[in-house]
T-cell receptor, first 112, second 114 residues
């Protein structure tokens, strides 16, 4: 079963614009991770944020985490056509090992 | 780092047949995971290995499914007596064995049941 929901399900923007995706989850977590998946390919890890962190940056990516609201957001700034992909959040309760529970994903289309 | 390798990339088979998929993780990774992904959904956890030991199995892994990781290197996932509902992308991931680590995914095996 999916842990959470991502919003929006699909997002279409122009190159250079920012893209924001939201993720809500249901249970307590140790960390939350974001992954990207290009069509027909495997997932690529983007960023990991621990439950005691509120914000994290990596290049053009900014992730926030609000454990009181059980939600996270991924912001991609100055988007490029190559950012076109599906983006998934994954929660990890880390009960001795990492068991990722993925959301339903946001499909991002960046047009040139 | 040659990445996680999965074979075959595509498998088409008739209902009732057995299929086996292979995953070669990144060489220094001792954690290995299998996931199943259906169209339009996120991956769902199937099973986890720490070296050669299978430490966790999802309820999704019915008795028709078996996974092995002999010698803690490559892993195989076998589905016996395939059913239409088994059609999905089967993803393998690996990670280092200490603490919280990102998982590295292969490109998956897409299974189609006729």
């Amino acid at each position: 079963s999916q842990q959470g929901e991502e919003d929006p399900q699909a997002l279409s923007i122009q190159e250079g614009e920012n893209a924001t995706m939201n993720c809500s989850y249901k249970t307590s977590i140790n960390n939350l991770q974001w992954y990207r998946q290009n069509s027909g390919r495997g997932l690529v890890h983007l960023i990991l944020i621990r439950s005691n962190e509120r914000e994290k940056h990596s290049g053009r990516l900014r992730v926030t985490l609000d454990t009181s609201k059980k939600s996270s957001s991924l912001l991609i700034t100055a988007s490029r056509a190559a950012d076109t992909a599906s983006y998934f959040c994954a929660t990890d309760a880390y009960t001795g090992f990492q068991k990722l529970v993925f959301g339903t994903g946001t499909r991002l289309l960046v047009s040139p | 780092d040659t990445g996680v390798s999965q074979n075959p990339r595509h498998k088409i088979t008739k209902r009732g047949q057995n299929v086996t998929f292979r995953c070669d993780p990144i060489s220094e990774h001792n954690r290995l995971y299998w996931y199943r992904q259906t169209l339009g959904q996120g991956p769902e956890f199937l099973t986890y290995f720490q070296n050669e030991a299978q430490l966790e199995k999802s309820r999704l892994l019915s008795d028709r499914f078996s996974a092995e990781r002999p010698k803690g290197s490559f892993s195989t996932l076998e589905i016996q007596r395939t059913e239409q509902g088994d059609s999905a992308m089967y993803l393998c991931a690996s990670s280092l064995g200490t603490g919280i680590q990102p998982q590295h995914f292969g490109d998956g095996t897409r299974l189609s049941i006729l």
